[in-house]
Structure formats: structure tokens, C-alpha cells
């Protein structure tokens, strides 16, 4: 698939890695120094390149947006139409004070997909840090780690779970964009963000949430579990 990176820093960058490890092209873009855009596509070899904002959103059957949470409103002006995209949506909300309660108890990726109301929403990449992503891609399937998504969109996450498959991970499907808290920030008992999950327990915690039932306690897997 052709991966649209708008973002390309610790978690869009990783992610491209993986995406073009496993075969996909990218196209990395938004950055403060063009130089090192182009440095961190010239690394990933012959599928990758560097370019605009405006040329990523054009480029990607995907689009991966993963940028600070105060740049995302001005990113997605400077990305132009994104109507029918597959947006796979990283970001958490942190503002310059520290994470943000957002209006009217909407989700972040709510909020997000009502700044771009013709693009799939995917919300996913976001629940675990880029280190941990970076060094735990890949692991054999019962280990594997499990990065959670959620979207309005069935077909579209489809095309993310796979990908997220490709990437070395496991997708576990959480629902719609308005039952994505769980998945957001900040790290808090009774959610899922911030916490290891491997499948068997993130079933387990997804089916918990959708009967209302608390979530069973978060797994210790260096103890063992
Ligand atoms: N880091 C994590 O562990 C983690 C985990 C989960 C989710 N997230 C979320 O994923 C999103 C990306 O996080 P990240 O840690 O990957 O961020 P990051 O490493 O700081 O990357 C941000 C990207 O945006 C670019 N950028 C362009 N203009 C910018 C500006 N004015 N200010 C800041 N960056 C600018 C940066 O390029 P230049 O630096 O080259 O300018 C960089 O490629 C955030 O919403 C974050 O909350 C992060």
C-alpha cells in the first residue's frame, strides 16, 4: 500500500520503518528541517521518499497522522482534501499545559474526525510509547502486543488491522470513534492506554468494556502472566 506519513518522528517514523520493512511505500513528510525528512527517508531505502504534507495526503491509500496534539488543526489545513482516506489517527491529547479535557465529552478521535469529515478515522499507534513499539515489533503470535483501535469505519479498519499486522503487531478492535476513551490518554485505571496487552487478555478486557463490566486487573507479563 502506499502509507502517507505526515509526521514522521518517533512514532510516525518507527511506523514507517515497519510499514516499508514489510514491503509498503511511504512518503514521510511535515518536519521543522527538510534535511532530516529526507535523511529518514533515504535510510528506509527505495520505498520511501520525502515530500509535503500536501504530497503525503495525496500519495496515501493511508494517511498516518502523527503529529503533536497542538499542530494537528494546522497540519490537516496544510494537507488539503482527505475525503475517502484512510486516516490512522496517533495522536494523544497533551497540550503545552500537560493532557487536555476536550468540549463536550467527546473523544479525541472524535474530535479529530470532525476536523476531517470525509476521511475513515482509524484511532490506533497511540496507546503504547514509540520505544516500546520500536523494540517489541514482531514477536511470536501468543506474545505478540497488541495495539487497540477503534473507528466508524468497518472496512477501513480492515485495512489498519492489517497493516498493524504487518507491522509486527496484533489489532484488537475496541468499537466506534465514541467508545475510544479507553484507548486515549491519559494512563488511568479502568483504561487500556498506556498498559501491555497481548491478545488473549485484550479480548478479555475489550469484551469486559462492551458489557459494562469493570476491566479484569491489568496483566503483569514480566511476572510471569
Ligand atoms: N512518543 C510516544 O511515545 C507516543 C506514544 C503514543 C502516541 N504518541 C502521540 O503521537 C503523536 C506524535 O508523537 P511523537 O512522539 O512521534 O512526536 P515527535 O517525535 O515529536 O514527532 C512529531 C513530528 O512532527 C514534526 N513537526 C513538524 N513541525 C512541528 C512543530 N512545529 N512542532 C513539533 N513537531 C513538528 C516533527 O518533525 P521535526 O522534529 O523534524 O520538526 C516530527 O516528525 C503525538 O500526538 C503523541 O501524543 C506519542
Known sequence: MKIGVIGAGRIGGNAARLFVAAGHEALLS???DQ?????AAAELGPR????????AAAFGDVVFLSVPWTQVEAVLAEAGPLDGKIVIDTTNQFGREGWQALPGGATAAQLNQSRIPGARLVKSFNTLTAAFQASEAGRPAEQ???LFMAGD??????????LID???FTAVDLGGLADAAPLEAPRRPGALYGEEYRPAEAEAAVAALRAG?????TP???AGA
Open 48 to 55: 520511501a521518499r520525502a515530500g509535503t504534507v500536501a504530497e
Open 166 to 168: 504487518d507491522a509486527g
Open 144 to 146: 505478540r502486543v497488541v
Open 153 to 162: 469505519d468497518a472496512e477501513a479498519k480492515k485495512v489498519v488491522a492489517d
Open 220 to 222: 503483569d507479563y514480566a
Open 30 to 32: 511535515f518536519s521543522r
Open 213 to 217: 463490566r469493570p476491566l479484569p486487573p
Open 35 to 39: 534535511s532530516r525528512l529526507e535523511a
